[in-house]
């Protein structure tokens, strides 16, 4: 049984373009969500989708970011022009649905650099 | 709101010694307590976790923890450590709220070293 699948795992990407991270969930998974982790910090939450709908996107800037989880496909996170600041580490992590959603399964993540 | 402190960036044992990380944690609704372990270059791998029930949760690799109400704790422990534990690990909380879900909040991990 596959896990969370990110790709790519390493993406590198000049000030100004646009980065595309996609995420995979588990097999029977119809929860998602992703965190980015910057250098000495935590993991922090930005979006939780279900298929075809935002549930919460507290965690995401307002601008330059977007997620999407199509009813077929994997989810997607965008980011548009990006800047210095956006290299990170994106984590993608998926859960079954109803009491079962707090246990998340983490895909080993995009690793972005902005040159 | 919930949020997570974990105290001391980095911890160094002995093989063979005891590890303890610590973990406290505020939120406003029983929490569901959660430790993650990180391998450089990968995502994150579930240790244990506290739902509801015994306080006393044992996870894999010999890890184990406890949740303690009363201090607001939940440190993780393993009694001999093994050049294999070197790693970052992160406690993480999850508060079921009036909207009927919730995600989780991170603390800032500790690096686990283990010297031979």
């Known amino acids: 049984n596959a896990g969370v699948m990110q790709n790519p795992r390493h993406l590198v990407r000049r000030r100004g373009q646009e980065a595309r991270l996609r995420c995979s969930p588990m097999?029977?998974?119809?929860?998602v969500y992703w965190y980015r982790q910057l250098p000495e910090e935590g993991l922090k939450f930005m979006v939780y989708l279900q298929k075809e709908n935002i549930i919460d996107e507290s965690g995401m800037p307002k601008e330059r970011f977007s997620a999407e989880f199509p009813k077929e496909g994997p989810s997607i996170l965008r980011i548009q022009q990006v800047v210095r600041g956006d290299s990170a580490a994106y984590f993608c992590?998926?859960?079954?649905?109803?009491?079962?959603?707090?246990?998340?399964?983490f895909g080993p993540g995009t690793r972005l650099t902005v040159t | 709101a919930q949020s997570v402190t974990q105290l001391g960036s980095h911890v160094s044992v002995s093989e063979g010694a005891l590890v303890l990380l610590r973990c406290n944690y505020s939120?406003?609704?029983?929490?569901?307590l959660f430790w993650y372990v990180q391998y450089p270059n990968q995502g994150l791998q579930l240790l244990l976790k506290?739902?509801?029930?015994?306080?006393l949760v044992k996870g894999i690799n010999g890890f184990e923890a406890e949740f303690k109400k009363s201090e607001t704790s939940f440190h993780l422990t393993k009694p001999s450590a093994h050049m294999s534990d070197a790693a970052e690990y992160f406690c993480a909380v999850s508060a079921w709220g009036n909207s009927g879900y919730s995600t989780l909040t991170f603390g800032k991990g500790t690096m686990l070293l283990v010297s031979p």
């Open positions: 992590a998926s859960s079954l649905g109803g009491r079962e959603r707090y246990e998340q399964y």
């Open positions: 506290y739902t509801t029930g015994a306080t």
């Open positions: 097999k029977g998974h119809s929860h």
């Open positions: 939120s406003s609704v029983p929490p569901y």
